[in-house]
């Protein structure tokens, strides 16, 4: 039987959400888990990848069992989980359901805390002395849904067959000195968020104009898009599918 298991995490203490060697990964402590408890070998497989130090506040993984569960499971594996990994339920889904596959959106959120807060450095990208146009970074995100090509917003070497994803939302909202920036697609390119958002924060303070955005899009050429900010800001928020 397939089961889903809907999850979050914080991303500070892991070298990202999959499994490799010699790094503490989510995934891995996961498996550690789910294995334990069931007394066998079990791979889960994750509704994505996130980088290391990227959180997500929802994410969802399967994997396969003979054994019948119930919400218990859950609680037992929270048990053993570390503080920083929840596991929020488990789902029975058709055994054909895949949590990558199967997902018809994603969601992130990237937020920036204007100024110095103690409190957030671990979850946000801390700017000050900085003055942005909030406006116009808006109007350059709306230039996202004009088009489909994101190779230029795509980490360079990156293993896909198309740079095509079909971004339906994209849009930065301040509350109080926290400035966030969310965005939906169909399916996102490796570090797609972090190049995005830092160049809409060049548009921001004026280093870059709006139709220096529409030229760098077109160009497909990462090197001429913004740098990457940094991971601790980036939440994975919603995966959407259409049987949950």
């Known amino acids: ?60 993984a399967h994997f396969d069992t003979d054994a019948v569960l119930t919400q218990k499971f859950a609680f037992r594996l929270n048990a053993l989980l570390p ?8 789902k029975l889904v058709h055994d054909d359901a895949h949590t990558r596959f199967d997902a018809s959106s994603r969601s992130y959120e990237y937020k920036i805390w204007l100024g110095r807060n103690p409190f957030s450095l671990d979850t946000s990208w801390q700017l000050y002395n900085q003055k942005l146009d909030i406006d116009l970074m808006n109007k350059a995100a709306a230039i996202l849904y004009e088009h489909e090509d994101f190779e230029c917003f795509s980490k360079v070497k990156s293993d896909v067959h198309t740079f095509n994803c079909d971004v339906t939302n994209a849009v930065w909202e301040l509350n109080g000195n926290e400035l966030t920036f969310h965005i939906s697609a169909n399916r996102f ?56």
């Not at 809409?200 to 990457?228: Q, V, W």
Request: proline share 2%.
């Open 189 to 244: 390119l490796r570090n797609m968020v972090r190049a995005i958002v830092g160049t809409l924060i060049d548009i921001g303070i004026g280093k870059t104009t709006i139709d220096d955005f529409n030229k760098i899009i077109e160009s497909k050429n990462r090197s001429n898009a913004g740098t990457s900010v940094p991971a601790k800001g980036l939440f994975l928020t919603k995966v959407a599918y259409p049987y949950i």
């Open 83 to 90: 503080d920083d990994i929840v596991i929020f339920n488990c």
């Open 1 to 60: 039987m397939r089961y889903f298991i809907e999850l979050a995490y914080k991303g500070k203490n892991y070298h990202g959400w999959q499994i490799q060697p010699d790094a503490v990964s989510v995934q891995e402590k996961i498996n550690k888990a789910i294995s334990t408890v069931l007394r066998q070998n079990i791979s889960i497989t994750g509704a994505g990848r996130t980088d290391a130090g990227v959180h997500a506040s929802q994410m969802f």
